[in-house]
């Protein structure tokens, strides 16, 4: 991990194409208003009180991931020609479930495309909430799903790659400074997982918006550190399946950020942070013994930045860790959480 | 268990004890305000549709438990002198840590009797808090804290028989009420673990003055049902610890109300209901699998009745479970998440 204060230094400037902007995520606040949860930002009394800690809750969510908020935004934005037509989406998880459950919640056809290898507890939630379910080796994903959508006229809603899901995603932020104000506090640093960038694009908007000086930093598996080799190359690099695949974070095993998700992560993000998997499983344990939050494990990772690099983030300033997700099987994470704890 | 509808019957009048009054619950809120959480009212997507059930998740307590309520509300109110003298409190768990961090948050010396059989997290947690433990048997200890209340002059904030420590719990109903409003639905039935009642008792004097027409359910495990037989008989009774140590619900082991939460039960709550033990261990796994909550047996219960009696639940009344507590032994927890689906 580079020193957050290091970060932005020698980075490119954006290309020009248009980010998502601040009132776009306003508008799409109001859409997910009373569908969505407006999750808790939670003050973390076992964190070391020189660097206190929130956790935004994204696993509250009643898909039990922040994933709903970009699907019900987009679906919600669909006219109504394309409502008829239904949606198609590919995800290892929990895009899945969101979309069904958005367009379940509207009344929409839903078509979900998911690689071998994903969660069979995600795959189960996904069919429970009425969509139809395609099977496909990781590698064939993108190009399978664009066939189906277009054999079957299905508007796609692409997991991170599209304004109104960044935009979705982007509502986090714009809580999480409601929240922090409301309870007294700033929030310095705020800290997201990464893998196709959604969540942080919007998130960077929001935060950089509405808190002035504060720093959003992306987190990934070691695993599966394309963000960061792109941040530090200033190139949008894409690491193989076979790569991304091995860690245990099975939310988080996109092969690269999108074209847009890039533009904001370049323009916006301060840096991206690395976890080992060893890292990851300890910050799912300490989560369930300490927050009392069931979070999987890509959904983790920003809180395992934080407890493993705890002595180089500057002392002083308020962090906020998003935690993105909980739709863990229960026999891998009892297996996890038994598990011996490990060196990070 | 009876059927809801069947409840208050011929239940004696209440002896002419004062109650706690709701203008008692309405000053607790304001001392605890800033100090303990506002949890979340979360609907439940995964619950039956005609019996809509949200939970109001006590877990995400700083201490992980609803006690902070009630302990902060009676360490706030404790004149100069008392608090110098320091404070005493004798509790199987979450009743110490929250007289733990209560007295820290004060600056108040703080000394802990806990039972032998007590939960070892709990134990540790109320240590690291900087209380001082003392561990007694079972069946001594009341008699042992009131003896070392005795020679040190130290207050005894009482687990759940004072006045102060009902109207903090009572703060859960007031906010089930303003947020459920919020929500756009009706609290119509709320359901809350009973032990020694003082949660119970608060909340059923916040819900009956602000929902017109609600029920208010206590809930207890079948092994320490004393509870029910105290209503059912219409005489406080108490069960010996023995009994009621049986329990894999360890925060549900008094071996009976108390005398004030007894006067609140029989004024004002419509019915107590039991659940087995493996409807304890259903709702857990439930829980974490669904909810993303990490829940301790004994916060698990209401949910356990919700589930294990939805059919003789009326339908179309809007459901609430308070989870109470998340405190666990990763090891034992991880048990009764891989442990077979059980019979409920």
């Not at 991990?1 to 306003?26: K, N, Y």
Request: glycine fraction near 8%; aromatic fraction near 4%; include cysteine.
């Amino acid at each position: 991990m580079s020193h957050p204060a290091d970060a932005v230094a020698d980075r490119s400037d954006p290309t020009g194409t248009r980010l998502v902007g601040f009132a776009e995520i306003q508008d799409a606040a109001k859409r997910i208003a009373g569908i969505a949860t407006r999750t808790p930002l939670l003050p973390c009394s076992w964190a070391d009180p020189d660097r206190p800690l929130w956790i935004k809750a994204e696993s509250l969510q009643p898909i039990g991931a922040f994933k709903i908020r970009g699907a019900v935004n987009a679906v919600a934005s669909l006219d109504p020609s394309a409502r008829e037509a239904g949606v198609i989406a590919v995800s290892s998880g929990n895009h899945a479930q969101a979309v069904a459950y958005a367009a379940k919640r509207f009344g929409i056809d839903a078509l979900i495309v998911i690689p071998h290898g994903a969660a069979v507890n995600k795959v189960a939630a996904t069919q429970a909430l009425g969509a139809t379910v395609v099977r496909v080796p990781p590698e064939l994903r993108e190009q399978e799903t664009r066939r189906l959508a277009e054999e079957t006229g299905r508007i796609l809603i692409h997991p991170f790659d599209d304004p109104r899901v960044i935009a979705g995603q982007g509502t986090i932020g714009l809580e999480i400074a409601e929240q922090a104000a409301q309870q007294g506090f700033s929030a310095d640093a705020v800290l997201a997982p990464v893998s196709g960038g959604g969540l942080v694009s919007g998130l960077a908007v929001a935060v950089k918006e509405l808190i002035p000086g504060a720093s959003v930093f992306g987190v990934e598996p070691e695993l599966a550190a394309d963000a960061q080799a792109s941040l530090r190359s200033g190139e949008r690099t894409a690491w193989p399946v076979e790569d991304t695949w091995r860690t245990i974070a099975d939310a988080l095993r996109a092969s690269s950020v999108g074209a847009l998700t890039w533009e904001h992560l370049r323009a916006l993000v301060d840096d991206v942070l690395t976890v080992s998997e060893p890292a990851i499983r300890n910050a799912v344990r300490e989560l369930a013994a300490s927050a009392q939050l069931v979070v999987e494990p890509g959904g983790a990772v920003a809180v395992a930045a934080y407890l493993s690099n705890l002595h180089q983030l500057p002392p002083g300033r308020n962090y906020v860790a998003v935690v993105s997700g909980g739709n863990v099987d229960l026999d891998a994470y009892a297996a996890i959480l038994s598990g011996p704890p490990a060196e990070a």
